[in-house]
């Protein structure tokens, strides 16, 4: 059976910086980190895959302030959050795909999920 544990959220002031990190059961072809906010959507915020360039995308909203990366000896996906903003507050789950279909943003492509992780960006 397949787990994904979220861990590292939590509260942060505007500006500052916050490290999530999802632990796996084993190998799988992407791993992402999506957020869902009250009232919202579930958003894809990054995306890894597990070829050796270790290929990252980003979406629009965090490109340039958040940054994933993996370590593989520790089955370990990482999100570095660096200067979060209000806008930021979420749910955050990590996800993990067997394979490349669909789009990296779309929930319904991936097939494991976390439990989620709540972080809180105060101003």
């Known amino acids: 059976q397949v787990h994904l544990v979220e861990s590292g959220g939590g509260s942060v002031q505007a500006g500052g910086s916050l490290r999530l990190s999802c632990v796996a059961s084993?190998?799988?072809?992407?791993m992402a980190w999506f957020r869902q906010a009250p009232g919202k959507e579930r958003e894809g915020v990054a995306v890894i895959y597990g070829n050796y360039e270790g290929t990252t995308i980003y979406s629009d909203a965090v490109k340039g302030r958040f940054t994933i990366s993996q370590d593989n000896t520790k089955r370990t996906v990482y999100l570095q959050m660096n200067s979060p903003k209000p806008e930021d507050n979420a749910m955050y789950y990590c996800?993990?795909?067997?394979?490349?279909?669909?789009?990296?943003?779309?929930?319904?492509?991936?097939?494991?999920w976390g439990q989620g992780t709540q972080v809180t960006v105060s101003s």
């Open positions: 084993g190998y799988f072809f992407k």
């Open positions: 996800a993990a795909a067997r394979t490349d279909e669909g789009s990296w943003s779309r929930p319904n492509d991936y097939d494991y």
